[in-house]
């Protein structure tokens, strides 16, 4: 199974800037290709919202609620997907977690969801 580990979370001020990197590992010796990365945020007593993903050959899709805002990004050759957060607001508060689904390692293709173990996002003065 495909590995996610987020760094980049941390408390930032209401107006500030944050940029959130995941990496997908598998296996040693293994390849690793993913059809959909992204990000998903929960905070406490709330479900689990998507916030942004992109597909391997471009294709991204937004919350409303970050549109303008937020911005994915990937880079195949590193299996890494990144979220750069402006205009950052205290509802941003969450836990972010990291999403890959439709994962090759090696041969075997596994459709389900990969989750990171998240990363605390803090917006407050």
């Known amino acids: 199974q495909v590995q996610l580990v987020e760094s980049g979370g941390g408390l930032v001020q209401p107006g500030g800037s944050l940029r959130l990197a995941c990496t997908a590992s598998?296996?040693?010796?293994?390849?690793?290709?993913?059809?959909?990365m992204g990000w998903y945020r929960q905070a406490p007593g709330k479900q689990r919202d998507l916030v942004a993903v992109?597909?391997?050959?471009?294709?991204?899709n937004y919350a409303d609620s970050v549109k303008g805002r937020f911005t994915i990004s990937r880079d195949n050759a590193k299996n890494t997907v990144y979220l750069q957060m402006n205009s950052l607001i205290p509802e941003d508060t969450a836990v972010y977690f990291c999403y890959a689904a439709g994962t090759t390692i090696g041969s075997y293709f596994d459709p389900n969801a990969d989750w990171g173990q998240g990363t605390q996002v803090t917006v407050s003065a």
């Open positions: 992109k597909t391997r050959t471009g294709s991204t």
């Open positions: 598998g296996a040693s010796g293994s390849s690793v290709s993913i059809n959909v």
